[in-house]
Structures are given as C-alpha cells and as structure tokens.
C-alpha cells in the first residue's frame, strides 16, 4: 500500500525477458542473495550477512513504504526472481541479487521501468537515499539516467532525479 489510493500492479513489463512481480510475501529465495557478502556489502556498507528475520524486516518495510518488486527473468518458458527493488519516494532502492547478471543492463532497464512508474504517478522527483562511494556500479547507474548528486552522507551520496 505504498501509494495512497492507487494499486500496485501485479507485474510491470520491462522487456521481452525481463519483468517486475508485485512483491507477495514470500521470499525465502532471496535469502540467498543477502548471505553474500559481497551483495551485502553492497547494500548496507558492510559484510554482516542477513538472517531470515532481518530479510522479512527488510521486505516488510519496503512494501510499507514503497512499491516493491522482484525482478524477474524469463528462462525455459517461466520466470525467475534475479532481484528486487523498490521504488519510494525517499529511497529508490535496487538489488541484482544473482551476481552472474550485474553489468548486463537489468538494473538500467529496470530503473527505467520504475522512473516511468514514477512519472505516470505524477511524481515530481525520484531518491536514491544512499550510494556508498566504493559502489561504483551504482553511482554509473543511476548516474547515465539523469540521477545527480544531492548531499554527502557518511559512506557516499544520495541522489535526485527530478521527473
């Protein structure tokens, strides 16, 4: 319930391969994802990996505030969850989980997808509440969208896309 009064649909198109599925509350198969210490790092600056109830704290916080989803790629006719992002307007925030498909362009056409979302709400800008500064692979993402600096925080910058 994340935009008041307008629903979240259940899968939003990103390509022929690849689409976003409404969050549902399951999601013991991203547990994977969060055990690497690299991902982990990744996304919260440091290599403490999640334990399932960190994960459901995480994802139940998300949907609360934003529109989540998890990425999904099609293979042998059926889709496979790779991913999640979540789209909010304080904090943009995307996770390639399988790490095999970091760099190939899912998180370009995915937040693509989800600054569209976010123009056809009527919204006026789009954050990304933190980027770690040795996030490289993030900062060139959102940066070859039109997201700019905002502010430094402790570990890196937020960013800004006015829509």
């Given amino acids: 319930m994340p935009v008041e009064n307008i629903p979240q649909p259940e899968t939003l198109p990103v390509s022929d391969t690849l689409r976003l599925r409404k969050y549902d509350g399951i999601h013991d198969f991203a547990l994977s994802w969060y055990l690497d210490p690299e991902t982990v790092r990744l996304v919260d600056g440091d290599d403490e990996p999640y334990t399932p109830e960190l994960l459901n704290k995480m994802y139940t916080h998300q949907d609360a505030h934003g529109e989540l989803y998890f990425i999904e790629v099609l293979e042998n006719a059926g889709w496979r969850p790779i991913g ?3 789209l909010s ?3 943009f925030a995307i ?3 399988e790490k095999d498909l970091r760099g190939k362009g899912v998180g370009t056409a995915t937040v693509s997808a989800l600054v569209g979302r976010a123009r056809s709400l009527g919204w006026k800008q789009v954050r990304v509440g933190d ?10 993402l959102f940066s070859s969208l039109g997201f700019r600096e905002e502010a430094k925080t402790e ?4 960013y800004i896309l006015t829509l």
């Fill in 155 to 158: 570990k890196g910058s937020s």
């Fill in 95 to 97: 996770v390639i989980g």
């Fill in 84 to 86: 999640d992002v979540c």
């Fill in 131 to 140: 980027i770690y500064d040795f996030n490289a692979g993030s900062r060139r």
């Fill in 89 to 91: 307007l304080d904090n």
